[in-house]
C-alpha cells in the first residue's frame, strides 16, 4: 500500500476522522463563523460531500459534535439542525440524543436569562418530540428531572407535548418512562399533559396508570394540585376503562374545588 493509500485508509477510521478534523481547524472554524451568522452548514445535510470534514457514520458526527458547539448557533440555525438530524436513520440514534442534550444546555440558559423559551427552540422540543421521543426522554425529560425540574420548566415542556404528534405507541412508552421516575410535582404536570391529549392508548398502558393513580393515592394523606390534576384528567378521559369504585371511595368527602369535580366526574360515570 502507498503513502498516499494509507492516509487515506487511516482517514476512514473512527481515529483518522478525529485526526481529519484535527488537521482541518481552518474549516472548523469557518463552520462555527456559518453557526453565529445565521447559516445552516452543509456539513449537517446527511452525506453531503460539501466540506472536507464531512462525516459518513454515526460515530463521525458524534466526533464532530465534540469538536464543534452547536450551542453557538443562531437559535433559527439550531432549530434547522434539529429538524436535519430528527430526519437522520435510526442507526443515528446516538446522534439525535446528543443534539438533545445540548439543546437541551441552550434552552435551560435561554428560560434562565428570559424565564420562558424562544419560539424556534420551542419548535425545536416539538420537532424532537414528534420524530423521536425517546431521545426527548433520555436527553431531555429524564435529566431535567433527575437535576429537580421546577414546575415552570415543566409546564413549558408540558406544552411541548401537548403540541407534538407522536405516535401512539411512542407516547405510551414515553408516559411508561415517566411514571418511573421519582414522584414529583413537575412530573405529574408531565403525566396530565400526556393524558389531557385523550390519546386512545392500549388497555395495558391505562391500567398502568390506572394503578399508578391507586398506589399514589393509598400510600398518602396528602392530595397537591397538580396530583389532583392527573386523576381529574385520567377519569373524564378513561373512567369508562377501569373500575373505579376505589377512587370512588377516597374521593367521597372531597377537600377543595378540583376534588369536588373529581368525585362528580366519577359519580357521573353511573348515569352514562
Given amino acids: 500500500m502507498g503513502i498516499g493509500q494509507e492516509i487515506m485508509a487511516e482517514l476512514m477510521n473512527d481515529e483518522g476522522y478525529f485526526l481529519k478534523l484535527d488537521r482541518n481547524s481552518e474549516e472548523i472554524a469557518k463552520i462555527e463563523e456559518e453557526l453565529r451568522t445565521g447559516t445552516l452548514p452543509s456539513i449537517f445535510k446527511l452525506h453531503s460531500h460539501k466540506s472536507v470534514i464531512a462525516p459518513h457514520s454515526a460515530e463521525d458526527y458524534l ?74 426522554f433520555s436527553g431531555m425529560i429524564k435529566p431535567l428531572c433527575d437535576e429537580g425540574m421546577s414546575n415552570n420548566i415543566a409546564l413549558i415542556l408540558s406544552r411541548v407535548i401537548m403540541k407534538c404528534t407522536c405516535e401512539k405507541g411512542h407516547m405510551e412508552d414515553m408516559l411508561r418512562n415517566i411514571m418511573v421516575l ?74 377543595s374545588p378540583i376534588e369536588i369535580e373529581i368525585l362528580k366526574e366519577l359519580n357521573n360515570e353511573k348515569t352514562e
Avoid at 439543546?103 to 420537532?127: D, G, N, P, Q, W
Avoid at 398502558?205 to 385520567?234: C, G, M, P
Fill in 182 to 255: 421519582e414522584r414529583t410535582h413537575s412530573v405529574y404536570i408531565l403525566i396530565t399533559a400526556i393524558l389531557i391529549k385523550g390519546i386512545r392508548f392500549s388497555q395495558d398502558i391505562i391500567d398502568d396508570v390506572h394503578q399508578y393513580i391507586l398506589d399514589e393515592l393509598q400510600n398518602t394523606s396528602t392530595r397537591y394540585l397538580a396530583w389532583n390534576k392527573v386523576v381529574l384528567v385520567f377519569i373524564r378521559n378513561y373512567k369508562n376503562q377501569v373500575d373505579t369504585s376505589l377512587l370512588i371511595d377516597i374521593y367521597r368527602e372531597p377537600t
Fill in 63 to 136: 466526533e464532530l459534535l465534540l469538536v464543534i458547539d452547536i450551542k453557538q448557533a443562531q437559535v433559527k440555525v439550531l432549530k434547522e439542525i434539529v429538524e436535519r438530524v430528527m430526519s437522520y436513520p435510526l442507526a443515528y440514534y446516538q446522534v439525535k440524543k446528543r443534539v438533545t442534550e445540548l439543546l437541551r444546555e441552550k434552552s435551560m440558559e435561554y428560560i434562565r436569562k428570559h424565564k420562558k423559551l424562544e419560539i424556534s427552540l420551542f419548535k425545536a422540543h416539538v420537532m424532537i418530540m414528534s420524530r423521536c421521543s425517546k431521545a426527548y
